[in-house]
T-cell receptor, first 113, second 112 residues
Framework: GAGVSQSPRYKVAKRGQDVALRCDPI?????LFWYQQALGQGPEFLTY????????KSGLPSDRFFAERPEGSVSTLKIQRTQQEDSAVYLC???????????FGPGTRLTVT | GENVEQHPSTLSVQEGDSAVIKCTYS??????FPWYKQELGKRPQLIID?????GEKKDQRIAVTLNKTAKHFSLHITETQPEDSAVYFC???????????FGAGTTVTVRA
């Protein structure tokens, strides 16, 4: 079946702009995770949803970052007033439920100029 | 929180030789250890995983071993091929806190 998809694949934002990144998980997957991957580094956890409930947002770096999954499927990661340090690849992953394997999307590469 | 360390950061091997990547973790409650392969510009792909109730798991040319006492786990790739060239990440998580904590990655280059 179809894997995890993300859009846009690339986003260039001027510093101070707001951006919204979309994740379409594998159909039927209950759990959804967002990670941030800086160049040359491993992914770092941002936030986790089980269905529509955001159960863990401990990795969000500041209150400029906000994520939602209102109907328990598609999720959006929003970054307000982008800063240069927000430049990274944002990865979404989904799993059947929290204890199962996580499958990653292709990521959105965000560049803040 | 969990801290995962991964070594080496780069690894160059001759085609046909074996490659070994090692990871250590800090949280003794961690019980799930996946390995991901990431080619340049692509998504991380799960290649093998192991849970703490087993010590070793094998899938064709890939194997993972886990030493819970020492809190380390390793990826072994045998008979390496050029298509094995990629960045490999180890990760750890635990029941009740399912986020993955990743190592910094190992860039593997297989020389033809």
């Amino acid at each position: 079946g179809a894997g995890v998809s993300q859009s846009p694949r690339y986003k260039v934002a001027k510093r101070g702009q707001d951006v919204a990144l979309r994740c379409d998980p594998i159909s039927g997957h209950v759990s959804l995770f967002w990670y941030q991957q800086a160049l040359g580094q491993g992914p770092e956890f941002l936030t986790y949803f089980q269905n529509e409930a955001q159960l863990d947002k401990s990795g969000l770096p500041s209150d400029r970052f906000f994520a939602e999954r209102p109907e328990g499927s598609v999720s959006t990661l929003k970054i307000q007033r982008t800063q240069q340090e927000d430049s990274a690849v944002y990865l979404c992953a989904s799993s059947r439920s929290a204890r199962y394997e996580q499958y990653f999307g292709p990521g959105t590469r965000l560049t803040v100029t | 929180g969990e801290n995962v360390e991964q070594h080496p950061s780069t690894l160059s091997v001759q085609e046909g030789d074996s490659a070994v990547i090692k990871c250590t973790y800090s949280d003794s409650a961690s019980n799930y250890f996946p390995w991901y392969k990431q080619e340049l510009g692509k998504r991380p792909q799960l290649i093998i995983d192991i849970r703490s109730n087993v010590g070793e798991k094998k899938d064709q040319r890939i194997a993972v071993t886990l030493n819970k006492t020492a809190k380390h786990f390793s990826l072994h790739i045998t008979e390496t091929q050029p298509e094995d060239s990629a960045v490999y990440f180890c990760a750890a998580s635990k029941d009740g806190d399912y986020k993955l904590s990743f190592g910094a990655g190992t860039t593997v280059t297989v020389r033809a």
